[in-house]
């Protein structure tokens, strides 16, 4: 190959990568980083939901401290468990990193109220796992679910034997792409944002609950309550001018996001880190998007406690000193 042709080559593929890159909003990271953890996957249609739950990790009090293990089946009958090896496991895995990569949070305007069918995938830290739905309303995200569940029949029919229920993919001619992360605010006309700072070492710690919806008339309603686990709580009727930069920092938190790290199995499974969860709602969508923080994985912490600070300062000075720090 001459010289000129493979450095075209290569920087072709460099770009490539590179696009790649910049269109992923989660970060699920590796097994390695996650000596205790969890894959939920499971796909509701109608009233039926057929699920695939694996458990791995050592220092646990069941027989997952052997190797990971699965229950499959769906709602209202018995499961069925299955030893995992742990090649298997790792090919789980990347099939949930790679669709984690391409989630965005879904829109309410594509949403249809009538349809609920929605997959739902829970993954990283048994204990505070990474949360995102993939509603049917938003076509590519329902597509992308569609056939990450097909790899993972495929997968487990090769290995286990074991056979996942179908689910099949929809028409998604005329349907945008939406980009990784939270979309513009436009494309919200009713969000509720839950933000759970738990001290480990404290006997009370609370959330602080925002929800804002858009009125037919333009106008916007916009609430802010925290709640203790032992005491009143705290309600305020912040400016509406104050959902931007709240949604803003949403915004970088859902392009950055990476699944926190632990350093070994003890810690994991004793949680013995402050966490500060961040749960996503949006009304008029199926299912949650929740961004887990541990305290010990600097760089995220420092994240969450920002916005954190933020939601602080919607309500009262005179009030604020009530709110667990």
Not at 75 to 89: D, H, I, M
Not at 93 to 114: C, Y
Not at 154 to 172: F, G
Not at 181 to 194: H, K, W
Request: charge should be positive; include cysteine.
């Amino acid at each position: 190959m001459k010289p000129y042709k493979s450095k075209l080559i290569a920087a072709f593929f460099v770009i490539f990568i590179c696009s790649i890159a910049n269109t992923m909003a989660i970060k699920v990271g590796t097994l390695r980083e996650l000596p205790v953890g969890t894959i939920r996957y499971s796909v509701t249609e109608g009233n039926v939901t057929h699920f695939v739950e694996i458990e791995w990790g050592e220092d646990r009090e069941n027989d997952a401290a052997k190797g990971p293990l699965m229950k499959s089946g769906k709602t209202g009958e018995n499961a069925t468990v299955t030893k995992l090896n742990q090649a298997t496991l790792d090919k789980l895995f990347t099939e949930v990193a790679k669709l984690a990569a391409i989630h965005t949070v879904p829109r309410s305007t594509t949403s249809n109220r009538q349809n609920r069918d929605v997959f739902a995938l829970y993954v990283g830290l048994t204990y505070d796992p990474l949360k995102l739905n993939f509603p049917k309303n938003e076509k590519i995200l329902w597509n992308s679910a569609a056939i990450c569940w097909a790899r993972f029949a495929d997968i487990l029919k090769k290995d286990t034997s074991l056979t996942l229920a179908e689910a099949k993919q929809v028409d998604d001619k005329g349907a945008a792409v939406p980009k990784p992360g939270l979309a513009s605010i436009a494309d919200y006309t009713s969000m509720q944002l839950m933000v759970e700072r738990v001290h480990r070492s404290k006997s009370d710690y609370g959330h602080i609950t925002i929800d804002w919806k858009r009125l037919e008339d333009g106008k916007i309603e916009f609430r802010a309550n925290y709640s203790p686990r032992v005491g009143d709580s705290i309600s305020a009727s912040p400016a509406a001018a104050q959902i931007r930069p709240i949604f803003d920092e949403l915004q970088k938190l859902t392009h950055s996001f990476r699944q926190p790290a632990v350093s070994n199995s003890k810690n994991a499974a004793s949680r013995s880190y402050d966490s500060i969860n961040l749960t996503l709602m949006t009304n008029d969508q199926p299912g949650e998007f929740t961004l887990p923080y541990i305290e010990t994985d600097s760089s995220q912490w420092a994240a969450a406690n920002r916005l954190w600070t933020q939601l602080i300062k919607l309500f009262p000075e005179e009030k604020r000193a009530k709110i667990i720090q």
